[in-house]
């Protein structure tokens, strides 16, 4: 198949720890790298968001990344990209005239947005995955949300035009339903992990405490990164470390808010900020934690938790979104409720005093990640998806 994929704010050339890039630019970078090696032609459209950059880029997993001019080519943050939309759907449609693509994968709601307007006049098969949600985003962070206002009504609209939608988790599925989606549109295909890079084998970083805890992520409040250096206090010999956000993190407002925590916790000689982490880095910073955290107020899917798995490492992280399908609750490590420091600090001690437990969770979340979320595996039940979708449009036009 000729697969095109649409993630507008996300490339998969970018830096990882930024303000806009994370989770999505992984997927999308491994998702086409897995298909192509299923043998499928497959092209990354994202915003050219600098100048000098090609018009057309290839990448040694085979899989082509198209700059599509739409604003200015400069950093701008993902939520103020919805004006641009028109100008990347123009830019879809004009590229797929001549050669249209067997099938479109579009990622987050403006990716939708603009392959939506772009299949219409050719019918060309279309995928959706969100990644996010803006009705979850608005209930956790009321006002502090600074989605465009025509988020959820786009999201909505998005579900009802596309042949197809990829939900990454169960939880996810909930919330399509109640926006009112078709059950029968949705499919769950998780996110997955690169079971190469990530491993119980390998280098280990050093650890400067008896016990450590890692946790990983852009620095913002939802990630409940203070939650953890709340919990520090009643988890003795231990440090933490955080790794994510700028390369600096002297600028940063977010650092210097969890460092002031940490100061007022009385625990900043056991806090340790490191900034952003090359990817190639980050296994060792894994391996080297007995408890890998992971405790947002709410996360789409989160694919810190099945790198600590592939890596051996239990995690402990909060029963919201996505995590509370990865993590099985006593078998691969804990599930706590959010925003819940108490909670939290009961559970770090309880695995950190038990080395055979710790050694249990990580051998049970290695396993589960080599069963259920290899690159390998997410791109075949994609791949069904794309398959299924193509069948129906076919069933569907023909006379």
């Known amino acids: 198949m000729r697969i095109a994929m649409v993630s507008e704010h996300a490339s998969p050339l970018a830096a990882l720890g930024g303000a806009d890039a994370g989770g999505q630019n992984v997927h999308v970078a491994a998702l086409a790298a897995a298909l192509v090696r299923r043998g499928h032609e497959v092209s990354v459209y994202t915003r050219r968001d600098a100048r000098g950059l090609r018009r057309r880029v290839g990448t040694r997993d085979g899989y082509e990344v198209v700059h599509v001019p739409a604003g200015p080519a400069e950093q701008v943050p993902k939520d103020d990209l919805l004006p641009h939309m028109t100008e990347f759907s123009r830019f879809l449609a004009d590229d797929w005239r001549d050669t249209p693509p067997d099938v479109v994968h579009s990622h987050f709601w403006m ?52 042949d197809a939608v990829a939900a990454t988790c169960d939880d996810e599925v909930e919330e399509l339903l109640v926006m009112g989606l078709k059950r029968h549109k949705i499919t769950v295909v998780p996110c997955g992990v690169d079971t190469e890079l990530f491993s ?37 010999d231990t440090e933490l470390v955080v790794a994510g956000g700028p390369a600096d993190l002297r600028a940063d407002p977010e650092a210097r808010r969890l460092r002031a925590c940490a100061s007022a916790h009385g625990v900043a000689d056991r806090v340790h900020l490191i900034g952003q982490l090359a990817r190639t880095a980050m296994p060792a910073l894994l391996r080297s934690a007995d408890v890998v955290a992971c405790v947002p107020w709410y996360e789409p899917f989160g ?54 437990r710790r050694m249990a969770c990580g ?25 299924r979708t193509r069948a129906r449009d076919s069933l569907a036009v023909a006379p």
């Open 111 to 162: 990716s939708g947005l603009a392959t939506m307007i772009a299949v219409r006049r050719q019918r060309i098969p279309f995928v959706h995955t969100y990644h996010a949600l803006g009705t979850v985003k608005r209930r956790h962070q009321g006002a502090r949300d600074t989605s465009p206002a025509e988020r959820i009504a786009v999201e909505r609209l998005v579900g009802y035009e596309a």
């Open 200 to 236: 119980v084998g390998g280098r280990v970083r050093r650890k400067t405490a008896p016990h450590r805890v890692v946790s990983v992520g852009r620095l913002v409040p939802r990630k409940g990164f203070d939650d953890l250096i709340a919990a520090l206090p009643r988890v003795p």
């Open 303 to 356: 694919i810190v938790p099945l790198e600590a798995m592939a890596c051996g490492v239990p995690v402990v992280a909060t029963a919201v979104g996505g995590l509370k399908d990865t993590v099985v609750h006593g078998v691969t490590g804990a599930l706590t409720p959010p925003k819940d420091p108490r909670s939290l600090a009961r559970v770090l001690r309880g695995l950190l005093a038990d080395p055979s």
């Open 363 to 387: 051998i049970a979340g290695h396993d589960r990640v080599n069963v259920c979320y290899t690159w390998a595996e997410i791109a075949a039940r994609t791949e069904l998806v794309y398959q």
